[in-house]
């Protein structure tokens, strides 16, 4: 059975960092791209960041670009999301995507695998 599972979600003030950990268990996802999304309360779920299987460069959204930090480890099967300099607008559950095959994908219909997600509340 396939899961992916994130963690490190939390409350923090504005101006502080989290790191976001989604480990896959089920089979390697070695071969595509993995994203992370978010999704507000009341909101539709959007695209924060992806990265290509060989973990060589990310893109990001451009409200988390130069804050935000992806990054994978294909030997544990994960990827990360180091956040900087947190808003109170980044508030929000966090999901952790997978493709099968691929490359970076902005879209939240491209990925085939997702996790629960993690919530991150930014207090001002």
């Known amino acids: 059975q396939v899961q992916l599972v994130e963690s490190g979600g939390g409350l923090v003030q504005a101006g502080g960092s989290l790191t976001l950990s989604c480990d896959a268990s089920g089979r390697t996802f070695a071969g595509g791209a993995m994203g992370w999304f978010r999704q507000a309360l009341g909101k539709e779920r959007e695209f924060v960041a992806t990265?290509?299987?060989?973990?060589?460069?990310?893109v990001y959204a451009d409200s988390v670009r130069g804050r935000f930090t992806i990054s994978r480890d294909n030997t544990k099967n994960a990827v990360y999301l180091q956040m900087n300099s947190l808003k109170v607008e980044d508030t929000a559950v966090y999901y952790c995507?997978?493709?099968?095959?691929?490359?970076?994908?902005?879209?939240?219909?491209?990925?085939?695998?997702w996790g629960q997600g993690t919530q991150v509340t930014v207090s001002s």
């Open positions: 995507a997978a493709k099968l095959f691929g490359g970076r994908d902005t879209s939240t219909s491209a990925y085939d695998y």
């Open positions: 990265i290509t299987w060989r973990g060589t460069s990310g």
